[in-house]
């Protein structure tokens, strides 16, 4: 098979003069990540290693004045979805119209005067594969609204209130990775965050220079942060930090574990707490080793530790699932340099880093695996660290 790397979607200004019968007053657009090392850090004020895709969540906007939202998106059944910005509240319902409706209602919460928008969607991120979908819709939303209004506010601010959007108005736990990502990545880079003071550094991650390709495999196991595993995974991280008297995980250093985990045991922690706090703690670490050796030009050393981290996600955090499983064991039998689970989990997607040359032969392995194994053809492609958030026109 011949592994591909650039989306190709629909027109959204196109679509836009269709639905509201004038042309946008601008287009926008903000891309789906890929984490390349740090899940489920961010909420616990650790550190995160993602990259933004080529694919894109879109937007054709324009002001409106009469205190309406008109929302329309290209990738999803039905018509448009009209509400009035003075009754939009949190946990209404809506649909995928509560990502960008959840962004309008954070501004206008922070006390920004947006008065409504017509905007049309367009995006090339898979839903449901653990790429982020729901951040990049919520960031071009935020970003078109703050070009459109004139907020003047900076990428970072308009990642928080994306996650404010997510977290308050839809009703998802999660942390900061996505929205800073889509908002703040640049091309050729990966971002290592700070999720405790939102510091951000470029870190220069050119794979295609050094011989090297990072595979995407979407397992098309649809997975959703919504139902309750994601929370509980938070909610045990959070019991940890208490326990053991910490403002978060991310305080705890790694040569204090073992002590921590028998300090927990001893406290009649559950079993899920100890495996969470065990896995977060590790997880920091592994952000930091490999962030130390693209700093040192060593990306193939990196391989390791995603093999370790997928352990971690599978064996102590367990959100994997057996598609993610086969798919990473497959990729490593078949001589990829490393390969782990990405994103929340439950389905989703696995990265495998792999020889450029040996990119082909490990994509086909993988999806035979699938086939011999009865389950749907996965969707591979080469991530490509591309821009963030940015306006098209």
């Not at 969607?121 to 071009?140: H, I, K, M, Y």
Request: proline letters at 5%; a negative charge.
């Amino acid at each position: 098979m011949t592994v591909t790397t650039e989306p190709h979607g629909t027109e959204p200004a196109a679509a836009f003069t269709e639905l509201y019968g004038t042309a946008p007053e601008g287009v926008w657009a903000a891309p789906g990540r890929v984490n390349l090392i740090g899940e489920y850090t961010d909420f616990n004020d650790g550190f995160v290693l993602p990259l933004a895709l080529p694919h894109t969540a879109r937007a054709a906007a324009s002001r409106r004045t009469d205190g309406r939202l008109r929302l329309h998106s290209s990738d999803v059944p039905g018509g448009v979805v009209s509400l009035r910005v003075d009754e939009l509240a949190p946990h209404s319902g809506h649909g995928w119209a509560a990502y960008p409706a959840g962004v309008l209602w954070a501004l206008r919460e922070a006390g920004h005067p947006v008065t409504g928008a017509d905007i049309a969607l367009t995006s090339t991120v898979p839903t449901g594969a653990g790429l982020s979908s729901s951040a990049a819709l919520e960031v071009v939303t935020a970003l078109a609204l703050n070009d459109l209004f004139e907020l003047g506010l900076s990428a970072a601010e308009l990642a928080v209130l994306a996650q404010r959007a997510e977290n308050d108005f839809v009703g998802v736990p999660c942390g900061i990775m996505d929205q800073m990502a889509s908002a703040c990545c640049t091309d050729g880079h990966a971002l290592h965050l700070d999720t405790r003071d939102l510091t951000p550094r470029q870190v220069p991650f050119d794979l295609a220079a050094r011989g090297l390709t990072l595979l995407v495999v979407d397992t098309r196991v649809k997975h959703a942060l919504g139902d309750g595993a994601y929370a509980q995974r938070r909610a045990a991280c959070e019991e940890g930090a208490r326990l053991l008297s910490l403002p978060a995980l991310r305080d705890l250093p790694h040569d204090g574990l073992d002590t921590a985990l028998t300090t927990l045991a001893r406290s009649g922690a559950g079993e899920s707490v100890i495996r969470c706090v065990r896995h977060v703690v590790g997880e920091n670490r592994r952000v930091e080793q490999v962030v130390a050796l693209l700093d040192a030009g060593d990306v193939r050393s990196a391989g390791p530790l995603l093999d370790e981290g997928h352990r971690s996600l599978r064996d102590d955090l367990r959100v994997s699932c057996p598609e993610l499983d086969l798919a990473v064991a497959t990729a490593q039998k078949a001589g990829a340099l490393g390969a782990r689970m990405t994103g929340g989990g439950f389905g989703g997607s696995a990265i495998v880093l792999v020889e450029e040359a040996a990119a082909d032969a490990v994509a086909t392995a993988v999806t035979e695996e699938f086939a011999a194994a009865g389950h749907a053809a996965p969707g591979i492609f080469a991530a490509v660290p591309s821009a963030g958030a940015r306006r098209l026109g």
